[in-house]
Structure formats: C-alpha cells, structure tokens
C-alpha cells in the first residue's frame, strides 16, 4: 500500500519538508492566478456596479434579503 505524501513529508528534515510545502503552496498559488474570471462575467460585474453607482438606494441589504429567502423557504 503506497503511503500517503504527508507521511513522507514528516519525515524529511526540517528544511526539506519546509522546500516540499513551499512548492506545493506556490503551485497552488500559480495555479489560483490561472483562474481568471471570463470577460463575460466581468462584464456582468460591471454593468452592475455602474448600476448601482447610477442609483445607490436601489439595492437592498443582505438583512432584507436573507430574511425574504428564509421567508420563501418556508412557505
């Protein structure tokens, strides 16, 4: 049965193990960039925020909104 990497990880020294978690936190974090959001979705976000600074007492807080959604859950 093939051990876990963790396990091999608590094994090495000190500044092994510091190197191995340093390049698995750095592939997360190149990876994390990769994941731009679409221009379709940045449109969307700003034609809402134009909205809003257009007319900023047309929204409504998130008090009023989740007790409107906990209302229609429960009808």
């Known amino acids: 049965m093939q051990k ?3 396990e091999e990880i608590l094994k090495m ?5 510091i190197n191995a978690v340093k390049t698995i936190w750095d592939s997360i974090e190149d990876e994390s960039q ?6 379709e979705l940045k449109s969307l976000l ?5 909205s809003y600074e257009k007319n900023p007492e047309a929204v409504l807080s998130w008090k ?3 007790a409107e959604f906990l209302s229609m859950r429960k009808k």
């Open 4 to 6: 876990h990497p963790v």
């Open 13 to 17: 020294s000190k500044v092994e193990s």
């Open 34 to 39: 990769k994941s731009e959001i679409s221009d």
């Open 46 to 50: 700003n034609h809402r925020i134009k």
């Open 64 to 66: 009023v909104v989740k």
